[in-house]
């Protein structure tokens, strides 16, 4: 059947290269509005590139990305800001700088981008702090002072910080221990249930796989090889694809038999 829901993310022959080593050739890919997408493929082959190449961090050789029906690689700069408003972007380890304390880290977002007053971005950093679950008193403590879990909710409430429609995720759950990457998994799906987000997440867990996505996406062979739920995951014939859902850590997640 056909996926009629409205497509949030378009890219279509995205050809990333550097020097003479093509890492993506060809390279197409829709993101549906309000999914989770997992973003899954071997070591080194592109899934960071991608999501760096669809938020403007990087300058793909070819191809085009298109936001909300925006050609993003050929908009005047005003239009690119207007739609990169609409967007979170959580890196590893949350990226956070380390002399700003959870607050203010929230806090640069607004600054950049809005005029709201200190007040305000107070009010709101503190609220964002407390949808991801993080105690109120996290908010003026910095980096350092928090654990792995607590970092990677504190760059998530940055992410969250001017109520994006998208939020990407660059490997959100990897370092956690079972449990805390678990509640990393149930918060992101409560996020993309309660605000309707569209998430695109790059993983390696097959248990966030699992839990919380809608659609898998495999980079293979410098492109997507395939997407698909989880069930059509299982029957790809793709040497990678079929090691990699139904090896031993599959099996041990309960899948994949
Ligand atoms: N700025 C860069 N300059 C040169 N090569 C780069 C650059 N960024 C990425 N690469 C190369 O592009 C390839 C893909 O990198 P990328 O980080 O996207 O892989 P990945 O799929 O996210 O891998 P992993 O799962 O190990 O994190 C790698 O071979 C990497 O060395």
Redesign the pocket.
């Known amino acids: 059947m056909q996926d009629t829901r409205e497509v949030a993310i378009q890219v279509r022959g995205l050809r ?1 290269q ?2 003479d ?1 093509v ?1 993506h050739d060809g390279l197409d890919l829709d993101v549906l509005r309000g999914e989770v997408l997992g973003v899954v ?10 999501l ?1 190449s669809i938020v403007g961090l ?1 300058h793909p050789k070819a191809g085009s990305v298109a936001v909300f029906g925006t050609d993003m690689l050929n908009a005047s700069d005003e239009t690119r800001q207007k739609i990169e408003r609409r967007w979170g972007v959580m890196f590893q380890d949350g990226a956070l700088f380390s002399s700003l304390t959870v607050r203010e880290n929230v806090e640069v977002p607004m600054r950049e981008q809005t005029d709201l007053s200190p007040q305000t971005r107070r009010a709101l950093a503190e609220l964002k702090v407390s949808m991801v679950g993080l105690p109120p008193n996290a908010c003026d403590k910095y980096p350092s002072e928090l654990s792995g879990g607590m970092r990677k909710r504190a760059g998530l409430a940055r992410a969250l910080a001017l109520d994006p429609e998208i939020v990407f995720l660059d ?1 959100p759950t990897a370092g956690l221990d079972p449990i805390g990457a678990a509640a990393f998994d149930a918060l992101i799906k409560k996020l993309q249930t309660t605000l309707g987000l569209t998430v695109f997440m ?1 993983t ?1 867990d097959l248990d966030s796989l699992h839990a919380i996505c809608d659609r898998i996406a495999v ?1 293979a062979e410098k492109r997507v090889f395939v997407t698909g739920t989880m069930a059509d995951m299982l029957e790809v014939d793709h040497p990678w694809v079929h090691e990699y859902f139904h090896g031993p850590r599959a099996r041990a997640a309960g899948f994949g038999n």
């Open positions: 990333n550097f020097g080593h890492v493929g071997g070591s080194g082959t592109g899934k960071s590139v991608l760096r990087l490997e790059v390696h980079l």
